[in-house]
């Protein structure tokens, strides 16, 4: 009986969502954030904007250029996208961070009353990259060959052993006699 509850209880709390209009996006730090906003016909050449905090006095983050539809808008680390033809617009947060998580409403400046919708956008902690594997070194192995010539400077060649050096230490092939 108890379980019963419990999922009735969430079935309402998803209903409730739904019919809310609140949309909920999730993504990792450092990554990108999609919002997709969609809106009624007859406001495809309204503005369109998003804006961040409490409704009230939430503040306005990003929104569309009058008179430029359909058209890309930039502003810092968000972007807007309104595809009139499918009446959504979306808004890409790139870069995420920790600070981002927060309540957003998106929404069409209308002359009456404006009805935004809630976004909740939680920004989850990037995972920790493993750590790498330990460095093993192994003893270097050197071989030379009795004919190997070493340049260490133009027109000057010094001649010890079984090495021939001139000028600038530039490795050369061995030496026809």
Known sequence: MKSLMSVNISLLCAVVCVLSGVITNRATEGGNAHIQCPYDRGYETYQKYLSKGIYRDSVVVIQTQKQRHPA???QGRYSLYDDTE????????TNLIQKDSDTYWCGVNTWGHDEPTEVRLTV????????PDPVTSRPLL????????????PRRSITTGLLTYFGR?????????
Do not use: G, M, Q
């Open 72 to 74: 890309w808008t930039h």
């Open 142 to 153: 050197s071989t030379t060959h009795p004919s190997t010539n070493i340049t260490t400077e």
């Open 169 to 177: 230490c530039a490795l050369n092939r061995p030496l026809r006699r």
């Open 86 to 93: 499918r009446r959504v617009f979306t808004v890409t947060i």
């Open 124 to 131: 989850d902690r990037a995972p920790v990259p493993p750590k």
